[in-house]
T-cell receptor, first 111, second 115 residues
Framework: DVKVTQSSRYLVKRTGEKVFLECVQD?????MFWYRQDPGLGLRLIYF???????EKGDIPEGYSVSREKKERFSLILESASTNQTSMYLC??????????FGPGTRLTVL | AQSVTQPDIHITVSEGASLELRCNYS??????LFWYVQSPGQGLQLLLK??????LVQGIKGFEAEFKRSQSSFNLRKPSVHWSDAAEYFC?????????????FGAGTRLAVHP
């Protein structure tokens, strides 16, 4: 089974802190994605990566950056966390044009 | 522009009743279509997918969906709902070519099941 893991299920940070969310997949997928999920808004794409060291902005990249140094790992970085970044963050991976597999999510609270 | 609409934000059904969740999409060609389910506090799990061929697709947990090109719809159905089906359901369309290889998700439909 494909497995996508995220480093934390719950995270509480303070405004202005630098936050790292880590995602690891074990199926050699070239595509990886970061979404945020908010009630009534569904999933919104923050960034995605289609290869190592490659990244593309999604629909809401402001306030975020990403890093993909190895194929299996895709990190989301909040350079200076703000309260409006309190959300559920979901990582996903995909091979080619097939289905996406999701991690369990990280619920981030910024105080 | 590509988009996905799930017209029903919340649906409540009784256990044992039939279920249909609606999904409409806007896209210039035949897309790939997906339904995902999310249980509380969890990630998304794929229920079923349509790429081509038979327009009625079967998924896990007794769900099925029908692709209707003329209506740009991909509605999810289940003949008899179980209490464990209470969750949020997302329809998704994609991926798209032209360098923007992503899925587009609907806003979701939250299903409640009465005993």
């Amino acid at each position: 089974d494909v497995k996508v893991t995220q480093s934390s299920r719950y995270l509480v940070k303070r405004t202005g802190e630098k936050v790292f969310l880590e995602c690891v997949q074990d199926m050699d997928h070239e595509n990886m994605f970061w979404y945020r999920q908010d009630p009534g808004l569904g999933l919104r794409l923050i960034y995605f990566s289609y290869d190592v060291k490659m990244k593309e902005k999604g629909d809401i990249p402001e306030g975020y950056s990403v890093s993909r140094e190895k194929k299996e790992r895709f990190s989301l970085i909040l350079e200076s966390a703000s309260t409006n970044q309190t959300s559920m963050y979901l990582c996903a991976s995909r091979k080619g044009a097939n289905e996406q597999f999701f991690g369990p999510g990280t619920r981030l609270t910024v105080l | 522009a590509q988009s996905v609409t799930q017209p029903d934000i919340h649906i409540t059904v009784s256990e044992g009743a039939s279920l249909e969740l609606r999904c409409n999409y806007s896209y210039g060609a035949t897309p790939y279509l997906f339904w995902y389910v999310q249980s509380p506090g969890q990630g998304l799990q794929l229920l079923l997918k349509y790429f081509s061929g038979d327009t009625l697709v079967q998924g896990i947990k007794g769900f099925e969906a029908e692709f209707k090109r003329s209506q740009s719809s991909f509605n999810l159905r289940k003949p008899s709902v179980h209490w464990s089906d209470a969750a949020e359901y997302f329809c998704a369309v994609g991926p798209f070519s032209g360098g923007y290889n992503k899925l587009i998700f609907g806003a979701g439909t939250r299903l409640a099941v009465h005993p």
